[in-house]
């Protein structure tokens, strides 16, 4: 059902964890329907030096929040920004047409936790 | 890597003994058993032999037994051929919450076609009621259909009291025995139904066949029609080499049933008694062991708090550990099992459930190493989620 860079990123999944002093944090999903993803985030200088995530998901949910948080460190805040669900799946070498909504809770859990960076900076 | 396979509700490996007693009627005896010849007569006389065992095994008269494509076709065959047969004295069948899909979603056509079902509760372990169903039952019921044995957590249902409460209103009464059959010991005199569906992979037999016991004297309405097959009741040119090799696994399993369920049981119950003691914050569905005489021998089910049933599954798989998700979300459904819910498991927890059936094949190796496997697999994935906090633990393991 997923291919092996999708069942490699849930095998060994990268940037697992809380980040120590994130100042930036996004949950998104419900236990409901089966799939959590919380990033944390280190952002200075408008710059993402580190973001790690926790999932409570399938393995798609679980290598797409290890996608996804590659994908941002180092970035800055516009280009995070930019980041779509369509690259999460670009990266993992496609998801099953079920699991596509684990991409999409990837791209949520970014936007949202930049949101919670902003609201604590005042701005 | 060695693979260990837990996973024999959802089919078995073909004794040795069925593969051989099938093998002839492949190619030299490959007559079609309907055909006016030698080599007809020689399928015929095959065919004859296997329904007499059949019989013999589940304590029916061979012309009671009728052989179809598996239990999804019996169940299909005995609900909408009762309720086509039936439908002048009423529209109304009843039937459980927890039922293979096979019956749910046979009910859920029924029901476009203007019968009413009634899903009866089941309790905390699966149970269905016999005082629920009596209340249940009204001057339209014409049938009701209760599994014998649960495929997700293994709930022996008390058959024959629930065959006795429809019969006591005149209502026929029909079980989905396709778990049960070779797993526990039944006659269907004894138990009083009126309709069985059973299906040979689950006993070691071929996959592909089935079969429909159906009382004499009851009359429903055919489902598959065509030639002259099965007493002009189920058409199809009969699948000689599946029946010889079904019936050839039902006798060894009835043989062998009380030596085998010791055994596997025994796996069962060192797997449970290791996972409870070592992994906290898990439910163990269905019957508990004060009720393991009601419970399936092979089954063990587990909800591991905080999470998700697809990972688990995934990660066993990877550690070469063969197992069943509980939930539908490997599917490709988000709505977890209509049987976890009914016995009350929390939807967020129904997601994290990973189902177990042993086997006569299975070792006590295996089971140890998959114990090993699962609790490192656990501690992975909650170390993963971010609904694991062990500060705040609300459950309590369940013994």
Redesign the interface.
């Known amino acids: 059902?997923?291919n092996e860079k999708v069942?490699q990123a849930?095998?060994n999944?990268q940037n697992?964890?809380e980040v120590e002093n994130y100042n930036a944090i996004g949950?998104v999903g419900n236990?409901?329907?089966?799939?959590?993803?919380?990033i944390t985030m280190l952002i200075e200088d408008g710059i993402i030096k580190d973001a790690k995530f926790?999932?409570?998901?399938?393995?798609a949910?679980?290598a797409s929040s290890s996608t996804a948080t590659a994908m941002i460190i180092g970035k800055t805040i516009d280009e995070a920004l930019k980041i779509k669900n369509s690259d999460v799946i670009e990266s993992l070498e496609g998801l099953?047409p079920?699991k596509i909504h684990c991409s999409v809770l990837a791209e949520e859990a970014i936007k949202l936790a930049i949101e919670d960076y902003y609201s604590k900076q005042g701005k | 890597m060695e693979r260990i396979y837990l996973d024999h509700a959802a089919t078995t490996p073909l004794s040795k003994e069925a593969f051989e007693a099938m093998y002839p009627y492949f190619s030299n005896t490959f007559g079609n058993a309907n055909s006016q010849h030698g080599f007809g007569r020689d399928g015929a006389a095959a065919v004859l032999s296997a329904r007499e065992s059949i019989a013999s095994s589940l304590g029916a008269k061979p012309n009671e037994i009728y052989f179809t494509s598996g239990g999804t076709e019996s169940d299909n065959w005995a609900l909408k051929g009762t309720a086509l047969a039936l439908r002048d004295k009423g529209n109304h069948i009843i039937t459980s919450k927890i039922e293979h899909s096979a019956i749910y979603t046979t009910c859920k056509q029924l029901e476009k076609y203007g019968y009413d079902v009634t899903y009866l509760d089941v309790d905390s372990d699966g149970f269905v009621s016999p005082s629920d169903l009596e209340k249940a039952i009204t001057d339209k019921t014409i049938l009701v259909s209760i599994m014998f044995a649960n495929n997700e957590i293994g709930t022996i249902e008390p058959i024959k009291e629930l065959c006795e409460v429809a019969h006591a209103h005149k209502v026929l009464f029909h079980t989905d025995a396709v778990q049960a059959t070779g797993a526990v010991r039944y006659n269907v005199k004894d138990l009083g139904v009126d309709m069985l569906s059973f299906s040979g992979h689950k006993f070691y037999g071929p996959k592909g066949i089935g079969g429909l016991y159906i009382r004499s004297g009851i009359k429903i309405e055919k489902l598959i029609i065509g030639g002259e097959q099965e007493r002009t009741n189920r058409g199809g040119t009969t699948n000689v080499p599946a029946v010889v090799g079904m019936a050839k696994a039902l006798e060894i399993a009835i043989r062998d049933l009380d030596k085998n369920n010791e055994y596997v049981s025994s796996l069962r119950n060192r797997f449970v008694e290791k996972v409870t003691s070592q992994i906290d914050e898990i439910y163990f569905n269905g019957p508990k062991a004060k009720d393991y005489d009601k419970r399936l021998p092979n089954n063990a089910s587990f909800s591991f708090r905080?999470?998700?049933g697809?990972?688990i599954l995934?990660?066993l798989d990877?550690a070469g550990i063969s197992a069943s998700s509980g939930?539908a979300?490997?599917s490709?459904s988000?709505e977890?099992s209509r049987t976890l819910l009914s016995i009350g498991v929390p939807?967020?927890t129904a997601?994290g459930t990973i189902r177990f059936s042993f086997g006569k094949n299975n070792t006590v190796e295996e089971v140890d190493y998959a114990v090993e496997q699962l609790v490192s697999i656990v501690n992975r994935l909650r170390?993963?989620?971010?609904?694991y906090r062990p500060s705040t633990t609300t459950m309590k393991t369940i013994k």
């Open positions: 059902m997923y069942m849930f095998q999944p697992v964890g949950t236990e409901t329907c089966g799939d959590i993803m919380q926790k999932t409570f998901g399938c393995a949910a679980v099953p079920q | 905080y999470i998700e697809e990972s995934f990660s990877l939930s979300c490997s490709g988000l977890p939807v967020g997601h170390a993963m989620s971010p609904l």
